[in-house]
């Protein structure tokens, strides 16, 4: 009998369980495939970290999300991010608007720059045409994913926690104990159920009213042209080159200097297509590297924007209303909670949301947040690219 199952060994699953364990519960953490997988949203070397949002609900919790990766920084003796600083830039209406809640929201340090400033500050980018405005988050920048991932499950396993990987879940048994059989015949027990399952959340809980609709996204890699080769500091967080977060009409894109390998910036459109989660054969469009290389050979001269030097495929679990699903089971009780519908951007608060799925099951208030923003059963009026 376990005091918390967790199921999915992804970054919220795994910081549920590290965080379970932390509190003393006796939990079991549960992964369908192996640990080191590529199948979700939590491989890959590098995320965007930030306070900067659309919508104050999100810059509160990033305040505590910040605490708690150092906190887990701290217990595992590592560097899990790195504040090289993240610069969003767009038009002058939702640059003052994201300053304004940075300012009314823990008064985040920030900066605001415009069209020739933003070279001035940063000379590999070239924003001086066109109304540019830009909100520089200091305290943001690169988050260590893998890193993050790997520090989450060792302090679990510290703490007494319990991993089985390739380990598929194919039904629950709700009740004051909760029944969850494994596709090897194993039936294990538990008080509380956390479900941190990404994609494969309605496959195993068709019911849940908002389903979140897994999105196929390409991760391109490039490298500095040949005669830029000795600009590679511009483009190394450790110098503080920022993360990049850019809106230009109805598109987003999103870049991180040479986080994951030295010389090359990851650079992609924040967009997919629709995809069955459990169809392997996976390919991605050209337009998701074709946009990206059309918008940095305007503003970033010393990529090379021939062709990426290497693709990596991501799975966003997509909400209608862009906002997550932090919830409990609507039919079965308060013991079974479930977080999904990260829309690419919920890595950074891992932590935190580690934290507010055990409250959830705990029954304890939830101070760092708005919950009804993540209702599964709300109303979606529009949508919010937080």
């Known amino acids: 009998m376990y005091d918390c199952i967790v199921l999915g060994a992804g970054v919220m699953g795994s910081c549920a369980a590290y965080n379970a364990a932390k509190n003393r519960k006796k939990t079991l953490l549960l992964e369908q495939f192996s640990l080191d997988h590529k199948n979700g949203s939590s491989h890959g070397a590098s995320r965007i970290i930030r306070n900067c949002h659309n919508e104050s609900n999100y810059v509160k919790m990033a305040h505590r999300a910040f605490q708690l990766w150092d906190e887990m920084g701290h217990l595992g003796g590592e560097t899990l991010y790195t504040s090289c600083g993240l610069l969003w830039l767009g038009d002058e209406e939702g640059t003052i608007k994201r300053s304004n809640l940075l300012k009314e929201n823990n008064n985040v340090q920030h900066q605001i720059l415009a069209g020739k400033q933003i070279r001035q500050k940063f000379p590999h980018l070239n924003y001086d045409e066109g109304n ?48 969850v059989i494994t596709e090897d015949g194993h039936t294990y027990e538990t008080k509380q159920l956390i479900v941190a399952m990404g994609g494969w959340l309605n496959k195993l809980f068709p019911e849940i009213k908002i389903a979140p609709t897994p999105n196929l996204v390409s991760v391109n890699f490039w490298k500095l042209k040949k005669e830029f080769e000795d600009k590679e500091p511009l483009y190394n967080p450790d110098n503080l080159s920022p993360c990049l977060i850019i809106k230009k009409d109805d598109i987003d894109f999103f870049m991180l200097p040479g986080a994951d390998f030295k010389g090359q910036v990851k650079f992609g459109i924040h967009m997919g297509e629709s995809i069955d989660i459990d169809n392997k054969d996976r390919n991605v469009a050209d337009w998701m590297h074709l946009n990206p290389a059309k918008h940095m050979n305007e503003h970033m001269s010393d990529i090379d924007t021939t062709k990426p030097e290497k693709i990596v495929m991501c799975v966003y679990q997509v909400t209608d209303d862009s906002n997550f699903i932090l919830d409990t089971h609507p039919k079965y009780g308060k ?52």
């Open 335 to 386: 013991n079974i909670a479930f977080g999904s519908g990260f829309n690419g951007t919920g890595f950074k608060f891992g932590a935190l949301i580690g934290e507010i799925l055990n409250q959830i099951v705990d029954g304890k208030p939830i101070n760092c947040c708005d919950m009804t923003f993540f209702s599964s059963t709300r109303v979606i009026t529009e949508k919010n690219i937080h």
């Open 132 to 179: 540019w405005h830009a909100v520089l988050d200091n305290q943001g920048g690169v988050i260590y994913a893998e890193k993050c991932l790997q520090t989450s499950q060792k302090l679990f396993k510290q703490f007494g926690g319990d991993i089985k990987e390739n380990c598929k879940v194919v039904d629950v048994i709700p009740g004051s104990i909760i029944k």
